[in-house]
């Protein structure tokens, strides 16, 4: 409770936050986590994005996988760590919400002025012409070329990709681009690809503009997301974290929550808020 009342305390004497969600924020709705609380990867090392585009069997894997993982996905609900973030927002004190999770689930709870560093796993892109094209249309055509596959149930990551044991991928039949032939790619940023310029630059902007930065699940192991609370200390404003394990900045921290998301974050959504957080984890 003194670490509760100390992020109370935290966000309180804070105007600006400059918030960063990660995948910790997610796992109440049922979106497991990649990390375990010291920061390892729990299974495989999800997909490389060299993986994805140089061979074909990694697409059939691929997609075969994400068949199973987005009806997950797609049936998610935020959770009061999703609310209590947008209560924040409305009340003028996020500028921007910088999140590290792909599946929309910010948004879902009403905050809006959110920026998807590692884009959206409800949007399909084409990497030859660039269309977009909404993930249940491809899903739809995914099932139709693959109904042996659709029957099949497996264990889901947090990117709507899933784990699928001692299956044969070679016959998954992978949709192409209807406009050109193109590969179709979840607009997500995979492990080894950038993410786009304009959404850094959009980040930073906001962070310059804050007092203080407020990390909300995440172990922030992956440099995309660490260089804004490196750039926060750098800045000399602190910074507060809310996560179950280690984080990459632990020694950045001015203050550490060791609870979960919704747990630490319910005071902002009053008396009847807490105790929804309270009956997400009997
Ligand atoms: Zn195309």
């Not at 049922?30 to 994805?52: C, L, V």
């Not at 935020?78 to 609310?83: E, G, R």
Request: aromatic fraction near 8%; hydrophobic fraction near 45%; proline fraction near 4%.
């Amino acid at each position: 409770m003194i670490a509760a009342s100390s992020l109370r305390e935290f966000i309180e004497r804070h105007e600006k936050l400059f918030v960063l969600t990660g995948a910790g924020c997610s796992t109440a709705s049922g979106i497991p986590d990649y990390r375990d609380a010291d920061g390892e990867w729990k299974r495989g090392r999800p997909i490389m994005f060299s993986d994805f585009v140089a061979h074909e069997h990694s697409r059939k894997r691929y997609w075969a996988r994400g068949l199973i993982g987005w009806k997950r996905m797609r049936a998610a609900r935020p959770n009061d760590a999703h609310s209590a973030l947008a209560v924040l927002e409305s009340q003028g004190r996020v500028a921007e919400l910088v999140t590290q999770n792909v599946d929309g689930l910010h948004q879902a709870a009403g905050s809006r002025n959110v920026i998807d560093l590692h884009g959206r796993v409800d949007v399909v892109r084409c990497l030859t012409c660039e269309r977009r094209l909404p993930r249940e249309h491809v899903q739809a055509e995914l099932v139709e070329r693959n109904p042996s596959f659709a029957v099949l149930d497996a264990v889901e990551a947090p990117d709507g990709d899933a784990a699928l044991e001692g299956v044969d991928f070679a016959a998954f039949d992978v949709p192409a681009c209807d406009a050109c032939g193109g590969l179709l790619k979840p607009d997500v940023v995979f492990f080894g690809e950038r993410v786009p310029v304009e959404r850094v630059q959009r980040a930073f902007t906001a962070l310059e503009q804050a007092d203080a930065m407020l990390v909300v699940g995440s172990s922030l192991m992956v440099y995309s997301g660490y260089r804004f609370a490196r750039a926060m200390a750098d800045a000399g404003k602190p910074i507060a974290a809310v996560n179950l394990g280690t984080t990459r900045a632990d020694d950045l921290l001015a203050l550490k929550v060791t609870e979960r998301c919704a747990d630490a974050l319910s005071f902002l959504l009053g008396p009847a808020g807490r105790e929804t957080a309270a009956r997400v984890y009997i």
